[in-house]
């Protein structure tokens, strides 16, 4: 499940616009829970967020469904891995 082709285009267009220079404002972050928002209602039981930006705009937001950080992710594995051995 991904949003909608309008959808990407908009993360795409702010991302560029706003988040690769440091702009974390309301507006942006309004935008992205209302993306979120929609895929929950399409059933979405987690959005992955597969940039290293969105959880810089996200943080503290009252998502309706759970928000996996995906570097998070990575960085623990990679942790893990290593004192593994």
């Known amino acids: 499940m991904v949003p909608s082709k309008a959808e990407q285009e908009q993360i795409q267009q702010l991302l560029y ?5 440091g702009v974390y404002d ?6 992205f ?4 928002n929609n895929l ?3 059933g979405a039981q987690a959005v ?3 940039c290293t ?6 943080k503290d937001s009252k998502s309706p469904i759970p ?6 992710c990575h960085t623990k594995s990679l942790i893990s891995f290593i004192l593994s051995d």
């Open 67 to 72: 928000v996996v950080d995906s570097l998070q």
């Open 53 to 58: 930006e969105f959880p810089l705009l996200l």
């Open 17 to 21: 616009s706003k988040l690769s220079i």
């Open 33 to 36: 829970l209302k993306v979120i």
């Open 26 to 31: 309301d507006e942006t972050r309004e935008i």
């Open 48 to 50: 992955i967020l597969g």
């Open 40 to 42: 929950a209602e399409q």
